[in-house]
């Protein structure tokens, strides 16, 4: 079997994916064939209804598929908050049809939950490589003021049309190289998690994710070109990056805390000249930041560590509690950083039998992570050959933002990541000094 048909097998919820050129055209024969003698009804946005929209409404009926007209989000400021997600849902009540997604992340998500919401599923049609979200489990989305992943199956079906692909805007494919790029990190985090028996390495899901990551990442020049070949092999591995989150019903095998900072700046609202930034894009900075904060993470003798000192200085619950309560006081999601702390909390003697691990295992961890990670000079490189952004002030931060964002980051998710071996050794402030001090890569005068 190819690596596209054992991710599949692997994933229970797509059933079919078409991955080439002029693959749009294979619309009908898809749907046909995953939603026997159902209504169709295309949903998108203003700008992709041009693009690829009123084509694939062509092609259903001229195949004799039921079609109902398509709705058209027509907000220019459209993006994945739940109040879409009301909107598309109160729409499918009145109807039966099955939802076709033409779009990129924003619209697929939209559809994915509001068609669960219905109890229904979809199908999708990508128009941009973008991010790995067309095939995961579940949907990223904003509510209440924090961004929120809500469990929801992926498509029944995926059709991928490079032609269309090709030419969507460069940034667009800047985006979805660093988010796929990014799996290196979230591997990283992964790595750390196995060896300190936090969260076991689901071989089935990494094998998917990691097996044809550098061979997807080879090419960041052709990629920014629109080179048919290396976007077809980043789309491919953006595909299989959700088939893997299909697989272990967990965005564990593509997000580390690389996404934890792209989470927080959706959350804080933050934009770049007024307008937001795109999720990739952030992700950009915060895999080159995670990256950096590896290297020194390398650079320390863990089997030294002392761990007694480690304990006497660890927080009570209720001290982490109300040190996040008065993190986040001032936002709109103040009781995020009590719960997602509490939820990964662990007691002084079980942190003694962690740290233990560590001293007892790192030479074997450092080996493990100098082999999955990229060198940073490596990273912005290919970063910047591709056109995403290397510098935190190219997506409208500061460095001194971009510090705290360390500091804050852990708080709002429950996922172990090198963020949390920061906090629990010790050395985040040391580490953060490495980086932001004199003569580190982001030096604060």
Not at 192 to 217: M, T
């Given at each position: 079997?190819?690596?596209?048909?054992?991710?599949?097998?692997?994933?229970?919820?797509?059933?079919?994916?078409?991955?080439?050129?002029?693959?749009?055209?294979?619309?009908?024969?898809?749907?046909?064939?995953?939603?026997?003698?159902?209504?169709?009804?295309?949903?998108?946005?203003?700008?992709?209804?041009?693009?690829?929209?009123?084509?694939?409404?062509?092609?259903?009926?001229?195949?004799?598929?039921?079609?109902?007209?398509?709705?058209?989000?027509?907000?220019?400021?459209?993006?994945?908050?739940?109040?879409?997600?009301?909107?598309?849902?109160?729409?499918?009540?009145?109807?039966?049809?099955?939802?076709?997604?033409?779009?990129?992340?924003?619209?697929?998500?939209?559809?994915?939950?509001?068609?669960?919401?219905?109890?229904?599923?979809?199908?999708?049609?990508?128009?941009?490589?973008?991010?790995?979200?067309?095939?995961?489990?579940?949907?990223?989305?904003?509510?209440?003021?924090?961004?929120?992943?809500?469990?929801?199956?992926?498509?029944?079906?995926?059709?991928?049309?490079?032609?269309?692909?090709?030419?969507?805007?460069?940034?667009?494919?800047?985006?979805?190289?660093?988010?796929?790029?990014?799996?290196?990190?979230?591997?990283?985090?992964?790595?750390?998690?196995?060896?300190?028996?936090?969260?076991?390495?689901?071989?089935?899901?990494?094998?998917?994710?990691?097996?044809?990551?550098?061979?997807?990442?080879?090419?960041?020049?052709?990629?920014?070109?629109?080179?048919?070949?290396?976007?077809t092999r980043l789309t491919k591995g953006l595909m299989l990056s959700g088939f893997a989150m299909q697989h272990a019903k967990s965005s564990r095998p593509a997000s580390g805390a690389e996404h934890q900072f792209s989470h927080l700046w959706n959350m804080e609202h933050h934009t770049n000249q007024g307008k937001s930034v795109p999720h990739g894009l952030q992700v950009s900075i915060g895999m080159l930041a995670i990256t950096a904060f590896y290297e020194e993470v390398l650079k320390t003798d863990f089997s030294s560590l002392d761990i007694d000192k480690c304990c006497a200085n660890w927080d009570s619950l209720s001290v982490a509690q109300e040190r996040a309560l008065k993190m986040f006081a001032d936002t709109d999601f103040p009781n995020i950083g009590y719960t997602e702390i509490k939820a990964k909390y662990i007691e002084r003697q079980a942190l003694a039998k962690q740290l233990e691990l560590l001293k007892n295992r790192w030479d074997i961890i450092r080996k493990d992570l100098k082999s999955q990670l990229i060198p940073y000079n490596e990273v912005k490189r290919r970063l910047k050959a591709v056109g995403a952004p290397t510098e935190p002030e190219q997506i409208g931060l500061s460095r001194e933002q971009l510090k705290e964002s360390f500091i804050r980051a852990q708080y709002i998710r429950r996922r172990f990541t090198v963020l949390d071996l920061a906090v629990r050794t010790g050395y985040m402030q040391q580490w953060l000094d490495a980086l932001f001090g004199k003569n580190g890569i982001w030096e604060i005068q």
């Open positions: 079997m190819t690596q596209i048909e054992q991710a599949l097998k692997a994933a229970d919820e797509t059933r079919e994916l078409i991955l080439r050129d002029n693959a749009i055209k294979e619309t009908a024969r898809v749907f046909k064939k995953q939603f026997p003698n159902k209504n169709a009804i295309v949903v998108t946005d203003s700008n992709t209804y041009e693009i690829a929209g009123r084509q694939i409404e062509y092609i259903l009926k001229n195949s004799g598929v039921r079609t109902l007209p398509c709705f058209i989000f027509t907000q220019p400021d459209i993006y994945a908050e739940y109040s879409f997600i009301d909107q598309l849902t109160d729409f499918l009540k009145t109807n039966d049809a099955i939802p076709i997604a033409v779009g990129a992340g924003t619209i697929n998500d939209l559809v994915k939950l509001s068609s669960h919401n219905v109890g229904r599923r979809y199908m999708c049609i990508a128009t941009a490589a973008s991010m790995d979200g067309y095939t995961a489990f579940g949907a990223s989305i904003t509510a209440n003021g924090a961004k929120q992943t809500f469990n929801c199956p992926a498509p029944q079906a995926v059709i991928a049309d490079i032609s269309i692909i090709r030419q969507e805007p460069k940034w667009m494919t800047a985006s979805g190289y660093a988010d796929l790029f990014a799996k290196i990190t979230a591997g990283a985090d992964w790595i750390l998690a196995h060896h300190l028996d936090v969260e076991k390495i689901d071989p089935i899901s990494w094998s998917i994710v990691q097996d044809g990551l550098q061979d997807a990442l080879a090419n960041p020049e052709g990629a920014a070109r629109g080179d048919e070949d290396a976007i």
